[in-house]
């Protein structure tokens, strides 16, 4: 709660939850719909001044109710290429993420750090039990 208020209190933004990672030592902020502009700042103001005060690295990702694009915004800048979300025969959902093979390494993250988030918010919002990247 406090990273919520401190957050919504220098940037302006409305968030929608907020993660800690303290073992990747960052502070994930979902924000709602059209307000990452706002989160951030004008060149990153916002960022840098949230970072200077939590000593922690600060990641936005804006939120959409449709998985498909909440998947694009949180890989992002990585450039998805296609988004497939499919249901199993035994009821759980799978996301297939294809990359542009260059933007890879951005998806993955460093030691899979990315894909993990990625995985995590997945399930937490849409049920999503697993989510390959290709």
Do not use: W
């Not at 933004?13 to 907020?18: T, W």
């Not at 902020?29 to 916002?46: D, E, S, T, Y």
């Not at 960022?47 to 990641?59: C, D, F, N, P, S």
């Not at 009821?91 to 993250?109: E, H, L, Q, R």
Request: glycine fraction near 10%; aromatic fraction near 6%; charge should be positive.
């Amino acid at each position: 709660m406090r990273y919520i208020a401190l957050f919504e209190n220098v940037s302006g933004a409305s968030v929608k939850d907020c993660i800690i990672d303290e073992e990747g030592g960052r502070v994930i902020f979902i924000v709602n719909q059209g307000q990452v502009g706002v989160a951030i700042g004008k060149g990153g103001r916002n960022i840098h001044t949230l970072e200077r005060m939590t000593g922690k690295k600060q990641e936005i990702i804006e939120y959409s109710d449709d998985p498909v694009q909440f998947i694009k915004n949180a890989l992002k800048p990585a450039v998805v290429r296609e988004v497939r979300v499919t249901e199993r025969t035994d009821g759980k959902k799978m996301a297939v993420v294809t990359i542009n093979p260059k933007d890879k390494g951005v998806a993955i993250g460093k030691n899979g750090k990315n894909a993990e988030r990625l995985r995590f918010l997945a399930k937490r919002y849409f049920d999503i039990q697993n989510v390959s990247i290709s």
